[in-house]
């Protein structure tokens, strides 16, 4: 069983930037793959960006790609998402997710916190 918590939501300007923080409880956590998902407005929630269990291999979405990044530490039971050159369209409430493996499927996903809400004005 993991339980994760998100933090570090807020309310940022568009160019500006931000960095989420899920922390997770429990042994195990180096022995989950990590995902961040996002759902905004009336929208499904969509995949953001998705780690390893070591951290070495990371994968994100396209329209993420080369403005987030994704890291873990093990040792601090806890994955970062870094949000740079933010966009009124980033705005949505941000998931973290732990599983087996590190996809861009809600499925592949068994734990997920309550969400952290970012808004970015224009």
């Known amino acids: 069983q993991v339980q994760l918590v998100e933090s570090g939501g807020g309310l940022v300007q568009a160019g500006g930037s931000l960095r989420l923080s899920c922390a997770a409880s429990g042994r195990t956590f180096g022995t989950y793959a990590m995902g961040w998902f996002r759902q905004a407005p009336g929208k499904e929630r969509e995949f953001v960006a998705a780690i390893s269990y070591s951290g070495g291999a990371t994968s994100y979405a396209d329209s993420m790609r080369g403005r987030f990044t994704i890291s873990r530490d093990n040792a601090k039971n806890a994955v970062y998402l870094r949000m740079s050159s933010l966009k009124p369209e980033d705005t949505a409430i941000y998931y973290c997710?732990?599983?087996?493996?590190?996809?861009?499927?809600?499925?592949?996903?068994?734990?997920w916190g309550q969400g952290t809400q970012v808004t970015v004005s224009s």
């Open positions: 997710a732990a599983g087996t493996t590190a996809t861009s499927h809600e499925r592949s996903y068994d734990y």
